[in-house]
């Protein structure tokens, strides 16, 4: 009888234990936003977070994943002179060395640079995965908000929420997309800021694949 009544505790006990829920992924090309309708692109995935542009939020900001779900909050963002930042997630999310492309996923391999004239593609939230050539390095563009250094230009087009777009060259993540001129109607070119600095400015750690 002693026996019987502590199975019958088990099994009436097992009842009550739940598993924890399962983290979303952090990806980048995927969305994130910042109130109502703020919209930006994630760069890659680091140690901990996630890079962004650095005029998409600022800092202490709480940013939201693709599903709405809170995401974390912006522990570091710089512009102008260069456009870089960065998330710090919360416990409902889990970084991934990879980018989507919309219909897959590309796995970070590195950070080697890419040559000029090199095919290189990029993801973003708003009009996916598209691909182009490098053009140039080390450029200066000026925006209404100021200027920025050090970019690499490429001939791929981009539109508004794409910004922090991932630029992949293979599996080596070369920057991220910080602004464009043009559209993806009529063409245009797209500016990156490269991920190194990024990386070495707040200390942090590049995921891969």
Known sequence: MVLRSIVASLVLGAGLVTAPAAAYPVRGGDAFSVGASARCTIGASVAGGYVIAGDCATVGSTVKGFNGVTQGTVAGASFPGR???????????????????????????????????????????????????????????????????????????????????????????????????????????????????ILQAYGLTLLSG
């Open 83 to 197: 456009s870089m930042g960065w998330v710090r997630v919360n416990s409902s999310w889990t970084p991934r060395g990879v980018v989507s492309t919309g219909t897959g996923e590309v796995r970070v391999t590195g950070t080697q640079l890419a040559p000029i004239g090199a095919s290189v593609c990029r993801s973003g939230s708003a009009t996916g995965w598209r691909c182009g050539t490098l053009t140039r390095r080390n450029i200066t563009v000026t925006f209404p908000q100021g200027s920025l250094h050090g970019l690499i230009e490429t001939n791929i087009c981009a539109e508004p929420g794409d910004k922090g777009a991932p630029l992949m060259y293979g599996g080596h993540l070369q920057g991220i997309l910080v602004g464009a001129s043009g559209n993806c109607s009529t063409g245009g070119r797209s500016y990156y800021q490269p991920i190194i600095p």
